[in-house]
């Protein structure tokens, strides 16, 4: 019998549009630390309340034969 694990991908938002899809928690952590960094020290039309992220968790199905 397998565990079935959740796994988790992250999707980053710059306002309403998505600038990063489906990354692994250490993309993430890496693409959000740089994007927060960039936002507040370079001078763009873009502030730190214009960045939020969503963790999507998925269950994967395996298809295993019952046993009867």
């Known amino acids: ?4 694990c959740p796994e988790n991908f992250y999707h980053i938002y710059l ?3 998505c600038v990063y899809a ?6 993430f ?3 959000w630390r740089d994007l927060k960094a960039m936002v507040g020290l370079m001078k763009t ?4 309340e ?4 969503e963790m999507v968790e ?3 199905n ?4 019952p046993s009867y």
Request: with cysteine; aromatic share 10%.
């Open 1 to 4: 019998m397998k565990k079935i």
């Open 15 to 17: 306002k309403d549009k």
């Open 22 to 27: 489906c990354l692994t928690p250490e993309k």
């Open 29 to 31: 952590e890496d693409k």
């Open 45 to 48: 039309e873009y502030v730190d």
């Open 50 to 53: 214009d960045l939020s992220y």
């Open 58 to 60: 998925i269950t994967p």
């Open 62 to 65: 395996y298809c295993e034969e």
